[in-house]
């Protein structure tokens, strides 16, 4: 229930390295850094909806913690995997469909801020979010 709410992206932390690393070009990784990302979290026991708005898109996913599942990041790029509980952490592991490398992201609430943690290829990237 911790994540339950809405939250709005505040900044981010080495997003465009990280964002070159998982191969979009210059201007798809300047437009990211505006588009000012909202989330709205609901959970219902181990299933959890996540509403996405941006400057660019509005999509929504519903899974299962455990449950594998596949998605459209926003710049199009297909993955497969599932988030995890460890702990008060969710963990989500996916796989690219493209090209087959990892991506883990790391959603935690610190202080008060939705922390999610991006690894790629070695590359970490940070987004943290405020509640509305």
Do not use: C, P
């Amino acid at each position: 229930m911790a994540f339950d709410g809405t939250w709005k992206v505040d900044r981010s932390e080495n997003s465009d390295e990280f964002l070159e690393k998982m191969g979009l070009d210059t201007m798809k990784r300047k437009l990211a850094a505006h588009d000012n990302l909202k989330l709205t979290i609901t959970q219902e026991g181990t299933k959890f909806t996540v509403k996405e708005s941006s400057s660019f898109r509005k999509s929504e996913i519903v899974f299962e913690l455990g449950v594998t599942f596949n998605y459209k990041l926003g710049d199009g790029t297909e993955v497969s995997g599932s988030w995890n509980a460890e702990g008060n952490k969710h963990v989500g592991k996916f796989k690219r469909l493209d090209n087959g490398n990892e991506l883990t992201v790391i959603r935690e609430i610190i202080g008060g801020e939705m922390v999610q943690t991006y690894i790629y290829e070695g590359v970490e990237a940070k987004r943290i979010f405020k509640k509305e």
